[in-house]
């Protein structure tokens, strides 16, 4: 097993890491649509917020040695189910051919009352 740590991804903020290598796969722990650079949460448009949470996602699986191409499944939590057309837009666009396996899903509340969290896992 192997601890992933990328500067592309915002940094873990508690008691767990950006992304593991384990067993021929990458698994990405949720990205909230943080700015790296900044901190930043984007909060006012939540297309955009899919576009930053998914370039999070796809820094930490390359920083596993894997690729947006070798993501086989994508879980998606939502603050408001309302915005799963949005959502779904930004991320088809995202992904384009690239198909993988997916759930979408709504939460009570999101950390930083995020509009959205988004994690992968791909294979090596």
Do not use: W
Not at 21 to 43: A, D
Request: glycine share 8%.
């Amino acid at each position: 097993m192997k601890i992933i740590e990328t500067k592309n991804a915002p940094g873990a903020v508690g008691a767990y890491s950006q992304g593991i290598v384990s067993n021929g796969f990458v698994y990405s722990s949720g990205q909230l649509p943080l700015v790296p650079e900044t901190g930043e949460l984007i909060s006012d448009d939540v297309k955009k917020a899919t576009r930053q949470s998914l370039e999070n996602v796809k820094a930490i699986i390359e920083a596993g040695g894997s690729s947006l191409e070798k993501i086989v499944k994508v879980n998606i939590f939502l603050d408001d189910v309302n915005d799963f057309a949005a959502v779904n837009e930004a991320y088809a666009e995202f992904f384009g051919d690239h198909k993988p396996a997916r759930s979408c899903v709504e939460v009570g509340k999101l950390p930083k009352n995020g509009l959205l969290e988004i994690e992968a896992i791909a294979e090596l």
